[in-house]
Every structure is written in C-alpha cells, then in structure tokens.
C-alpha cells in the first residue's frame, strides 16, 4: 500500500467509498489471491492409496 502506485490508487478509490481500511486489506488479499491461483501447480487426487514404505 506504500510503493505500488496502483494499490495506492485503489486504496484512495475505496476510501472515498467509504470503507475501512481493514475492508480494504481483505479485499487486497482476495485479489492477490486471484491473480496467483492460476499459476499454481495443480494436483491430481486419486482414490487409490499410495503405497506404504517401510
């Protein structure tokens, strides 16, 4: 919220809406979110056990 110019831009855009800066933050966290999600390695869950090693 310090150093990007367009975090700055939205913080100033949702305060003038009105909400609190905690609102803010969460809804900062939920974009990063987003914007990550896609870029992580997907798993694939299977029914079968693995095998157990001694």
């Known amino acids: 919220m310090?150093?990007?110019?367009r975090t700055r831009d939205y913080v100033a855009r949702r305060t003038a809406e009105g909400l609190a800066k905690k609102d803010i933050i969460r809804c900062?966290?939920?974009?990063?979110?987003?914007?990550?999600c896609?870029?992580?390695?997907?798993?694939?869950?299977?029914?079968?056990?693995?095998?157990?090693?001694?």
């Open 2 to 5: 310090k150093y990007d110019q």
């Open 38 to 54: 896609p870029h992580l390695p997907h798993t694939i869950q299977t029914t079968e056990s693995l095998p157990q090693t001694a």
């Open 28 to 36: 900062l966290k939920r974009f990063v979110a987003r914007e990550i």
